[in-house]
Every structure is written in structure tokens, then in C-alpha cells.
Antibody
């Protein structure tokens, strides 16, 4: 069964850091690009960052560039998102997502909640 | 950045009736357009890709059309389980990948 399982969310103060993880199973992880997508309460999804399967290329939304870092360990089938200098508007459910058919996301994790508040 | 605009914000449809959802792109995205369904407390689920291709397991009452800047998702005969929020997403020109704000489909 294809599965993505995120962890690492929680409550953090403004200016703080968190590291999200996403463990993949059921497919050949290293052959797929992966992304992080977030969704603030009551809002549409917002793409945050993506990384190629071979780790050569990384991409970021302007809203997180310079603060977030995406990485992956293909030996552990794991995707990461290091989030620094967190702000209140980073509060959202963070999903890892697997793209296919171009860059439509055919698989999503269950999400992990990140709350940035003092 | 390509801006995706969805309409209407909310759609109320009786069971068995047709639901038509619209998505407009601020510039052409060719047919590189996906639709998702999201129910409360769940992750989005891919319905359509390439504007008109159904994802695995999606019932054939769902269909997509359009290219360029105007797209439509049609639910031919609305079922109670189709109550959800629907999002479109373009993947023609990125980063960033961009999503619409969503259309909430309610059962009348």
C-alpha cells in the first residue's frame, strides 16, 4: 500500500524552528520528486517546496525561501522540511505529497499541524 | 505567479442533479490542470489530471474539460458523498505550483 506518514508538527513560538519528516512506503521513493504543501485553516492548499528524486534540484515558494530547507534521505525513504524563523502565518497543516502525471499530486500524507504562537 | 480563481465559492445542488465548477487561470496553463476533492479533516484527493483524465478509482460521474485559461469540473449526478471542497491546481509553469481557493459543494 502506498503511504506517506508525516511527523514533527507542534506548537512553536515565533522565531522558532521545527523539522518535519515524512516516511514513504509502497513505491520506489528515490524515483519520484516530492513536495511539501500546507493548508491554513479555511484556506486552499499552498505549495511550499519541492525536491527532485535525485536530490539535485530544490524549489521553494517565495514565502518560505531563505527560511525553510527541503531535503530527503532516499536510503530511509524519508522527506524532511527544516523550518526556521517561523512566523504566525506559517501556521497550517503541512502535507507531504507525491506528484505524478506531470505535477498533479496523486498521493498525500495525513498531515501534521504546525502552530506558531506565543 | 499564475493565479487560479474558482467559482462559485459555494454550490448547493440536489442529489442526482448536475454540479458545474469553474476554474480560471491568470495565464494559459495548457491542459496542465488538476482537480482535487477534500472532505473535512482529510487530505486532498486527486480527481483529475491533464484537465480531463480521471485519477485511479474516481467514479465516471466526475469529468473535466477545458484548456488554456478556462476549466470545468462536472459532477453529472451528485451523490451525498460528493459533499466536499474542490480545488484546482496548475502545474504548467512553476515554481510556484498554485491552487485555487476552492468551491464548496453542498447537498441541497
Amino acid at each position: 500500500e502506498v503511504q506517506l506518514l508525516e511527523s514533527g508538527g507542534g506548537l512553536v513560538q515565533p522565531g522558532g524552528s521545527l523539522r518535519l519528516s515524512c516516511v514513504a512506503s509502497g513505491f520506489t521513493f528515490s524515483t519520484y520528486a516530492m513536495s511539501w504543501v500546507r493548508q491554513a485553516p479555511g484556506r486552499g492548499p499552498e505549495w511550499v517546496s519541492g525536491i527532485s528524486g535525485n536530490i539535485v534540484s530544490t524549489y521553494y515558494a517565495d514565502s518560505v525561501k531563505g527560511r525553510f530547507t527541503i531535503s530527503r534521505d532516499n536510503s530511509k525513504n524519508t522527506l524532511y522540511l527544516q523550518m526556521n524563523s517561523l512566523r504566525a502565518d506559517d501556521t497550517a497543516v503541512y502535507y507531504c505529497a507525491k506528484p505524478d502525471w506531470g505535477y498533479a499530486f496523486d498521493m498525500w500524507g495525513q498531515g501534521t499541524m504546525v502552530t506558531v504562537s506565543s | 505567479e499564475i493565479v487560479m480563481t474558482q467559482s462559485p465559492a459555494t454550490l448547493s445542488v440536489s442529489p442526482g442533479e448536475r454540479a458545474t465548477l469553474s476554474c480560471r487561470a491568470s495565464q494559459s496553463v495548457s491542459a496542465n490542470l488538476a482537480w482535487y476533492q477534500q472532505k473535512p479533516g482529510q487530505a486532498p484527493r486527486l480527481l483529475m489530471y491533464g484537465a480531463a483524465s480521471r485519477a485511479t478509482g474516481v467514479p465516471d460521474r466526475f469529468s473535466g474539460s477545458g484548456s488554456g485559461t478556462q476549466f470545468t469540473l462536472t459532477i453529472s449526478s451528485l451523490q451525498p458523498e460528493d459533499s466536499a471542497v474542490y480545488f484546482c491546481q496548475q502545474y504548467n509553469d512553476w515554481p510556484p505550483l498554485t491552487f485555487g481557493g476552492g468551491t464548496k459543494v453542498e447537498i441541497k
